[in-house]
Each structure stands twice: as structure tokens, then as C-alpha cells.
């Protein structure tokens, strides 16, 4: 049964999310869906992350076992053939080895959080961008972040529904830097928490804003309290930009 690494791109204003609900539509199932129509099967699908409602993918990656052995390129056509009008296309189809993981084998997923600073509306950018129209300062956010990097319990940050073992995550990177009127907050790590992106934006919104100062922030990273996080950023601005694998 030959295994497909499928990369996609999607907006997610328009699901509950990644993960497939009983009730409701998901970018999982609505490409399960698109799967099944072409391929006669009833396939199941095991994405890299688990983006929340509303939030939006770059280079999401899921593997999908098929029972017959298709080209590659033509598993991406019909799949986005049966896709038009969904906000969802498959970028890449590629098989790959039974071993592949889309989740457990991932080494680093990265994410991109986009702030639109200025007085006037988004208007393209609608529902892709947190608007804020007071002036926030894009270096002082990023010298605060800095004491996010490295491994810490990031209770704080961890949303209260969080299913995860252990609050402990280690942070490789982030940064922040203003792009003319766009402020963007980018994230890397093997693995995050439940809203940990949106929650560490908001609490960094905080300083660009000058309610917090940099000790602020590190004082609430080392409460390990859900209380002293700051406001959890919408999920219009947040993006799974891609994931990093083993060359081999």
C-alpha cells in the first residue's frame, strides 16, 4: 500500500479546524473527502499539527496511505480537482517510504504570526491578519521574546483545554520585526502547546503596546499561571508556515 506525503496550503477561516469533528467540517475530512472521490476508498489522513479554527496553513503536511499505487502528481490534480472552492489545495504529492511520519517524524515546526499596524482596516487582508491600529514597538517585542528561547514549562502560555503530557516545551527560536505596516512574530520548536503561539503574541502584544515591560513578560513565563498570560491573540493571524524533516 504505497504512502504519499501530501504538503497543503489552506484558509482556515472557513473550518473548525485541522483535526475531523463530528459535527462539523474540517480541512482533514474535506480533503479526506476529495481522496475518496477520485480513488474509491475511504482514506484517512495523519496531519503534522493540529491548527486550531480559523487558523491558517503555509505548508501543513500529512501522509495518506492509498490502496492503489497512483503518480504522484496525479494524486495532487484530483485531489485539488475535487477541492476547487474549498480554500484548500494540495501544493506537493510525494511518496515516500512506509516509515514516514507526518507528525512523529517531523524534526521542527515553524509558525508565522502576522499583526497589521495602522490606523486604516485590512481590506485584502481580511481574516489573515490581527489588526491593531495603536503604533506597537516590533523591537521591543522581539529583545522581550527572547526570554522565551529555550526550554522552559510553559504553563502560561498553555491553553486551559490543553491534552498534552507535560508543559515542558523547548522554544528554538523567535523573532520579531516590523515590515512596514505588518508586524510579524515568528516561532520555531519541535512541538508547541495548545495555543501556545496565539497566547506568547498576545502576552508580546502587551510590550509593543507598553502595558508590559520585558521583566513582565519573563515574570509571567515563570508564574507557570494560565492567569498572568496576556490576551490570547485571534486565530485569523496565525499561520503553520512549514515543517522541517530529516534529509534521509
Not at 138 to 163: I, P, W
Request: overall charge positive.
Amino acid at each position: 500500500m504505497p504512502r504519499y506525503k501530501l504538503t497543503i496550503e489552506y484558509d482556515g477561516g472557513a473550518y473548525v479546524g485541522w483535526q475531523r469533528q463530528p459535527n462539523a467540517m474540517s480541512v482533514q475530512q474535506a480533503i479526506e473527502d476529495a481522496l475518496a472521490i477520485f480513488c474509491a476508498e475511504r482514506p484517512l489522513i495523519q496531519g503534522a499539527g493540529r491548527t486550531d479554527a480559523g487558523v491558517h496553513a503555509l505548508g501543513q503536511v500529512a501522509h495518506v496511505d492509498l490502496g492503489r499505487d497512483w503518480r504522484a502528481d496525479v494524486v495532487r490534480d484530483a485531489a485539488n480537482a475535487h477541492l476547487v472552492g474549498k480554500s484548500i489545495a494540495i501544493l506537493r504529492a510525494e511518496k515516500v517510504a512506509d516509515s514516514f511520519n507526518a507528525r512523529f517524524s517531523a524534526i521542527k515546526r515553524h509558525y508565522l504570526y502576522r499583526i497589521l499596524n495602522r490606523r486604516a482596516p485590512p481590506t485584502i487582508d481580511r481574516g489573515f491578519v490581527w489588526h491593531l491600529k495603536r503604533k506597537i514597538d516590533a523591537q521591543a517585542m522581539h529583545d522581550a521574546a527572547q526570554c522565551l528561547v529555550g526550554k522552559h514549562d510553559f504553563s502560561t502560555f498553555r491553553d486551559a483545554e490543553c491534552q498534552a503530557n507535560s508543559p515542558l516545551r523547548t522554544l528554538d527560536e523567535i523573532s520579531v520585526r516590523r515590515v512596514g505596516d505588518e508586524v510579524r512574530v515568528n516561532v520555531s520548536a519541535l512541538s508547541f502547546l495548545h495555543r501556545q503561539v496565539r497566547s506568547m503574541a498576545g502576552s508580546l502584544e502587551n510590550v509593543g503596546a507598553g502595558k508590559w515591560s520585558a521583566a513582565d513578560l519573563r515574570a509571567a513565563l515563570e508564574a507557570r499561571d494560565r492567569a498572568r498570560c496576556g490576551p490570547v491573540a485571534p486565530p485569523n493571524g496565525l499561520y503553520l508556515t512549514h515543517i522541517d524533516y530529516p534529509e534521509k
